[in-house]
């Protein structure tokens, strides 16, 4: 009998290999057909008519001329007369028409007339926002940090920050929808499969049992696709008027404007030390905005459990657009202010960054000695001891060198959800799951576990995600998809594994519980002249396969992970350049399922992280309350040379893997902006106190003082 | 598969020399495909208004001078077939593929010629299909990636990027492996620096450069003692 356990190092045989994605062929040869790519035969394109202005009351709306207009097959209205509109690029009608550029021309006809109204997208001064537009939070404190801060021997202050950025998913929001009868079918770009159709069904007035959904490939969510969203209701509402399937998909302009705002964080932080380098005082006035609504409270400061320390925060309400979760929500926001904060003061004492972290560590509690370990190994990596200089690299020339280091924690854990496992007579293996691939590498996953689990080849399980047909899965966020999916999927693949060696067990002269599945044999444990073949095993089985269930099993995950990350930077102080020379990245997440598509996650995450750190921000003009980034030219990210050579380290040793599972999607996104931020303060002298730290602001920061 | 080099027929567009050994050693230092190619797509829609000779070449030869409104026929050869259609001059070679033609290998993401996942090879040389109207696309060799390699089977280059992990959420990826099949068409030995500078022109929002990069030598390896082709 197979106990619901992780097998233990020695005997995986997959689990925790480098092995390359299974739906990795489909992507690569452009045959995966994603959302976008879907076309049902009679679809209809859909196009939005959205607001130009950031808030404004709709007095009119005509459409007469795009209906006239032959091929034209369905119009919606998102925002009737008489509501109001909240931000540039607010859906107010849609059109569905024979083509896309049929569309495009109704679109172009609908004339919508708006009372303007007052707004705000700058989040730049809370005080000065206005009346009920902004809200100051609950302050926290800990200790007296004004006696402290009078206390220390040293103290630092500076004011930080980090702008609005959006998700810029390559896939753009939408979904296609199409009717049969009154039963709905959606291929939707989502991170939550199992989960919307609730929200379909409450819009459109069907049972929840009518609604179908698909998405077996998305590109890319980062926490703004948990939703059918406004335009996904839409698409199915054209789609039953005009008895035609139709498409929506957001234009780039609209996804920027509109699928997700990350929101901003800046603060005025003062903080103190003794003479040794000891943290005793920190104190923190943040704001920031998250749309209209506002927004959580930062925990500041990040990880470090400064002893005396007092914290208050005001939300300011804008019309810059919704905010939606992005990856890590809130942590690398917090994660830059404190590092860098900190980093100042390391620099005031006239100590390494790392001396200085590492001697307060012990602030961070129960993950204190984890940090330590990866911090020394990051070290190492990156030859921190060979490279550091004081602030300001001396060297001669324009191009000026720099380290910096960051860490972060995330918890992970397990979303809820449900996986079945069905082994037929003829031997084949179906794992099936309502669960989706972000691009993750879930699906892998779980053909990992399941073939694993049964003592087979990976391509011998046959996996199916993506439907909510299948067994309800939680929305892929907070990195809780790996939990969930590799718990369910291990509890259901041993599930009917044991209803197997039941059947077996006569043949082999034993019993269920002295069997084993390794290698495509089932035979007797700690005598492996005994076995049978698998398929011989799955013929007992008669005409009936067996069908077991399993859901999120708590023993076989866990939460809570620590990482550390160093950068090394290059910055010419004539241009204000800054590349991202190198980074390591040393990350613990429990047991590693997919070596492969883990560090994929590490690395990929370095890259997004350097870009918010170098170049994303969703720029806010208050004179006209609109966007002026719209676009991929100017809402930048890096291009393949922009990214210097990264390094990553998985913790694997039995200590963390022991942990069972833990998410990896957010932790080592966190740290990138604090680490180069970091790194750009020692090449350069001087901080720059701005993230994105574009050439500007570096030539700006350099005017005060620094090298030049 | 059909030689670029002797397919290829200027645009008019001012590319960068491509196929003489001086210009392999420029590219390898500045060669930046995303500014050849916003050239490109600029010198093509211009010649919608300003028709001159290169546009009534490009045209079928029932229209006189202007092309549409309204749709016109349009021939185009993809991977090696010839395809015809009727378009709205307006029509873009991206939309072509992938409404009329239901290719859609090739994904549309900024269009605007910015990030590359349009992607497609013409006449030897990768454009933005985004900003290339499919009337000037006409007797042109256009390969998109549905052509690389027949249905379950892998191009050297994609099987490269999934052996590298070059790919998450894929997106990106069909656009990138035809632009690094396009680059190793023309410099079969890159360096590793090459490779850095010169796939610029596509845009990943997952961070897959690290593998694209292994994926780009390790397909040029491969691809070299293969004599370069599939
Ligand atoms: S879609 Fe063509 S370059 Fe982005
Ligand atoms: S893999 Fe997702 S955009 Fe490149």
Not at chain 1, 365 to 391: F, N, P, T
Not at chain 1, 572 to 600: F, H, N, P
Request: glycine share 12%; proline share 5%; with cysteine.
């Amino acid at each position: 009998m197979a106990e619901i356990k992780w097998p233990s190092a020695a005997n995986r045989g997959l689990i925790g290999k480098s092995i390359s994605r299974i739906d990795g062929p489909w992507k690569s040869s452009g045959r995966a057909k994603y959302t976008y790519d879907q076309g049902p035969a009679g679809m209809l394109y859909a196009k939005l008519v959205t607001s130009p202005y950031a808030h404004a009351k709709v007095t009119a709306i005509d459409t007469s001329r795009a209906e006239r207009l032959p091929g034209v097959r369905a119009i919606h209205i998102f925002t009737a007369v008489g509501k109001e509109v909240n931000w540039e690029g607010h859906e107010v009608v849609g059109v569905a028409a024979d083509t896309e550029e049929l569309a495009e021309d109704a679109a172009r006809l609908i004339r919508v007339e708006y009372d303007p109204q007052p707004y705000l997208v700058a989040d730049t001064d809370a005080q000065h926002a206005g009346p009920g537009r902004f809200r100051e939070m609950s302050p926290r404190k800990t200790g007296d940090p004004e006696q402290a801060l009078q206390q220390a021997d040293v103290t630092s202050e500076g004011t930080y920050g980090q702008p609005v950025i959006t998700h810029c998913c390559h896939e753009a929001h939408g979904s296609v929808a199409e009717w049969k009868g009154d039963e709905l079918y959606v291929w939707i770009s989502t991170q939550n499969v199992s989960g919307l159709s609730n929200e379909y069904a409450s819009a459109l007035n069907i049972p929840a049992t009518n609604v179908h959904v698909d998405c077996q490939v998305m590109g890319g969510g980062f926490g703004s696709k948990f939703a059918a969203d406004s335009w996904g209701v839409a698409a199915a509402a054209m789609a039953r008027k005009a008895g035609r399937p139709v498409k929506l998909m957001l234009d780039r302009e609209v996804e920027l404007l509109s699928a997700g705002c990350r929101p901003s964080l800046h603060a005025k932080i003062r903080v103190g030390a003794k003479r040794d380098g000891t943290l005793i005082a920190w104190d923190s006035e943040s704001w920031g905005t998250a749309g209209m609504s506002g927004g959580g409270v930062p925990q500041l400061p990040y990880i470090i459990q400064v002893p005396n320390s007092g914290h208050r925060h005001t939300s300011i309400f804008t019309n810059i657009g919704p905010a939606r979760a992005w990856r890590a929500p809130n942590h690398p926001q917090m994660c830059f202010l404190t590092m860098a904060a900190l980093d100042d003061l390391a620099a005031k004492l006239n100590m390494d960054s790392l001396d200085f972290f590492l001697k307060n560590v012990g602030l961070t509690g129960e993950r204190a000695g984890v940090y330590k370990q990866q911090m020394l190994m990051a070290a190492d990596m990156i030859g921190w001891k060979q490279k550091w200089h004081s602030r300001g690299d001396k060297t001669p020339g324009h191009i000026k060198r720099g380290l910096g280091l960051s860490f972060h924690t995330w918890a992970g854990g397990g979303h809820m959800g449900y996986c079945r496992t069905t082994i037929h007579p003829d031997g084949s293996v179906e794992v099936a799951t309502g669960s989706q691939d972000l691009g993750t590498g879930t699906r892998t996953v779980i053909g990992i576990v399941a073939a694993e689990t049964l003592g087979l080849p990976l391509d011998a399980v046959r996996v199916e995600i993506g439907n909510n047909k299948y067994p309800p899965d939680g929305a892929s966020g907070g990195s809780t998809t790996v939990g969930g999916v590799s718990s369910s999927t291990r509890t259901s693949a041993t599930t009917a594994l044991n209803e197997l060696f039941a059947k077996a067990a006569p043949s082999l002269g034993t019993t269920a519980d002295k069997l084993e599945a390794v290698g495509g044999q089932i035979r007797v444990i700690g005598d492996p002249s005994k076995s049978i073949p698998w398929k011989k095993a799955c013929a007992k089985l008669g005409t009936t396969p067996i069908v077991a269930m399993g859901q999120r099993n708590f023993s076989l995950i866990s939460s809570g992970v620590g990482g550390v990350q160093m950068a090394e930077v290059a910055v010419d102080i004539d241009t204000g350049i800054v590349r991202m020379e190198k980074m390591v990245a040393v990350q613990d997440c429990g047991l590693i399922i997919d070596m492969k598509t883990a560090m994929s996650q590490v690395y990929g995450a370095c890259i997004m992280g350097t870009c918010y750190a170098l170049y994303e921000e969703k720029i806010m003009d208050q004179q006209t309350g609109t966007c002026l980034n719209p676009n991929m030219e100017f809402y930048k990210l890096s291009g393949l040379d922009d990214i210097g050579d990264i390094t990553v380290h998985m913790m694997t040793e039995d200590s963390y893997q022991d942990r069972g599972v833990i998410g990896l999607g957010e932790p080592p996104v966190i740290s990138p902006g604090a680490a180069i931020s970091n790194a750009v303060a020692n090449a350069i002298g001087v901080r720059v106190p701005e993230l994105p730290i574009t050439p500007d602001r570096v030539l700006a920061a350099l005017g005060k003082g620094g090298l030049v | 598969m059909a030689d670029q080099d002797d397919l290829h027929h200027s645009t008019g567009s001012g590319e960068p020399g491509d196929d003489n050994s001086a210009s392999d050693r420029e590219s390898s230092k500045g060669f930046s495909r995303r500014q050849f190619i916003k050239g490109t797509g600029l010198a093509v829609s211009a010649s919608v208004f300003v028709p001159d000779g290169l546009l009534k070449a490009a045209m079928p030869e029932e229209t006189p001078g202007v092309s549409g409104p309204g749709e016109v026929p349009v021939r185009l050869r993809i991977n090696g077939r010839e395809h015809q259609l009727r378009l709205e001059p307006r029509v873009t070679l991206l939309d072509a593929l992938r409404n009329r033609l239901d290719m859609t290998g090739a994904k549309k993401v900024c269009d605007r010629a910015t990030c590359g996942a349009c992607t497609v090879i013409m006449d030897g040389h990768p454009v933005y299909s985004c900003t290339v109207l499919a009337i000037d696309a006409q007797g042109k060799s256009i390969e998109t990636i549905e052509g690389l390699a027949p249905e379950g089977k892998l191009h050297p280059v994609s099987q490269a990027f999934v052996d590298n992990d070059a790919q998450q959420c894929g997106f990106c990826t069909p656009g990138f492996v035809m632009a690094v099949k396009a680059f190793l068409d023309k410099h079969p030995h890159p360096t590793y620096d090459e490779v850095r500078a010169s796939l610029g022109g596509n845009l990943c929002r997952c961070g897959t450069y690290m593998g694209i990069r292994k994926a780009a030598l390790e397909a040029a390896a491969k691809m070299a003692g293969k004599g370069g082709r599939l």
